[in-house]
T-cell receptor, first 112, second 120 residues
Framework: DGGITQSPKYLFRKEGQNVTLSCEQN?????MYWYRQDPGQGLRLIYY???????QKGDIAEGYSVSREKKESFPLTVTSAQKNPTAFYLC???????????FGPGTRLTVT | AQSVTQLDSHVSVSEGTPVLLRCNYS??????LFWYVQHPNKGLQLLLK??????LVKGINGFEAEFKKSETSFHLTKPSAHMSDAAEYFC??????????????????FGQGTILTVHP
């Protein structure tokens, strides 16, 4: 069964702590993406990666970091520098840039 | 530059009546357009896509959308709403064109979303 998995589904952290969200895909896709979703704002691109060992900042990269050491995995770290980290985070992948994106089920992060 | 405007933040219909979710777009080049659906606390599922072939696009679950270049619109319709259609819907434009290479090529721009409520 091919797809994208994100874990955990719900995550709670204290302010000032870094937290890493997992995203794994077994679709053999080259490109992977992280989006943040807030109510009434649609999805905004945080980071994307076109190929292993390469990634680019999206529209709202401040306070976030990523790595792409394996084709299947694209973890996102929400650092303590992110001023408003509470949100729903969605990971996506595609064959390449310009191809249809497939989305994971999301992780809801709550920071108090 | 590209942008997407979903004209209604909320739409409420009765079960069995037609659904219309409105979307206008702006794009420097011939766009690719998509509609995604999201059920609560779930990921996004692709409903349908327009990529410069037929202007009337049929998708899953009885939805369809018509690309109207003269009106820069890509409205989503369904003849008869079902309770299971209640969800949030996103209109999305994808960049393309000779000057959209490099980092901007293939970038998705999302509308703000339309929440569809279906009453029994």
């Amino acid at each position: 069964d091919g797809g994208i998995t994100q874990s955990p589904k719900y995550l709670f952290r204290k302010e000032g702590q870094n937290v890493t969200l997992s995203c794994e895909q077994n679709l053999n896709h080259d490109a992977m993406y992280w989006y943040r979703q807030d109510p009434g704002q649609g999805l905004r691109l945080i980071y994307y990666s076109q190929i292993v060992n390469d990634f680019q900042k999206g529209d709202i990269a401040e306070g976030y970091s990523v790595s792409r050491e394996k084709k299947e995995s694209f973890p996102l770290t929400v650092t303590s520098a992110q001023k408003n980290p509470t949100a729903f985070y969605l990971c996506a992948s595609s064959k390449g840039q310009g191809f249809e994106q497939y989305f994971g089920p999301g992780t809801r992060l709550t920071v108090t | 530059a590209q942008s997407v405007t979903q004209l209604d933040s909320h739409v409420s219909v009765s079960e069995g009546t037609p659904v219309l979710l409105r979307c206008n777009y702006s794009s420097s080049y011939s766009p690719s357009l998509f509609w995604y659906v999201q059920h609560p606390n779930k990921g996004l599922q692709l409903l349908l896509k327009y990529t410069s072939a037929a202007t009337l696009v049929k998708g899953i679950n009885g939805f369809e959308a018509e690309f109207k270049k003269s009106e820069t619109s890509f409205h989503l319709t369904k003849p008869s709403a079902h309770m299971s259609d209640a969800a949030e819907y996103f209109c999305v434009v994808r960049s393309s064109g000779p000057n959209a290479g490099g980092t901007s090529y293939g970038k998705l721009t999302f509308g703000q979303g339309t929440i569809l409520t279906v009453h029994p």
